[in-house]
């Protein structure tokens, strides 16, 4: 059973700065694709950033410039670092990760359990 926990969330004022961590356990034969959705009250889940296998990183418009994801392979742990906080940041944060867990490395995809982040002053 492949589990993925999230921790670093929390309230930041307006301005303010987080960092999401995100560690994958469990029975891993291939870890691939490691992202990160929000999803705030009343919208859909959508997708913050994303890094692959490679390092390739991709980022919403919303967040570029301001979020910087990465991952540390040795670890499974894939972190999203959030500076310059607004409002609108305010949404639970979930952690997604695309996991061959048996032998046949057939790719799943898992979530973690999400993390609140509340940007207020």
């Known amino acids: 059973q492949v589990q993925l926990v999230e921790s670093g969330g929390g309230l930041v004022q307006p301005g303010g700065s987080l960092r999401l961590s995100c560690a994958a356990s469990?029975?891993?034969?291939?870890?691939?694709?490691m992202a990160w959705y929000r999803q705030a009250p009343g919208n859909q889940r959508e997708l913050v950033a994303r890094?692959?296998?490679?390092?390739?990183?991709d980022y919403a418009d919303s967040v570029k410039g301001r979020f910087t994801i990465s991952g540390d392979n040795a670890k499974k742990t894939v972190y999203l670092q959030m500076n310059s906080l607004k409002s609108e940041d305010t949404a639970v944060y979930y952690c997604?990760?695309?996991?061959?867990?048996?032998?046949?490395?057939?790719?799943?995809?898992?979530w973690g359990q999400g993390t609140q982040v509340t940007v207020s002053s």
């Open positions: 890094i692959d296998e490679v390092g390739s990183i």
């Open positions: 469990g029975t891993i034969f291939r870890l691939g694709d």
């Open positions: 997604n990760a695309a996991v061959a867990a048996t032998m046949d490395l057939r790719i799943r995809y898992y």
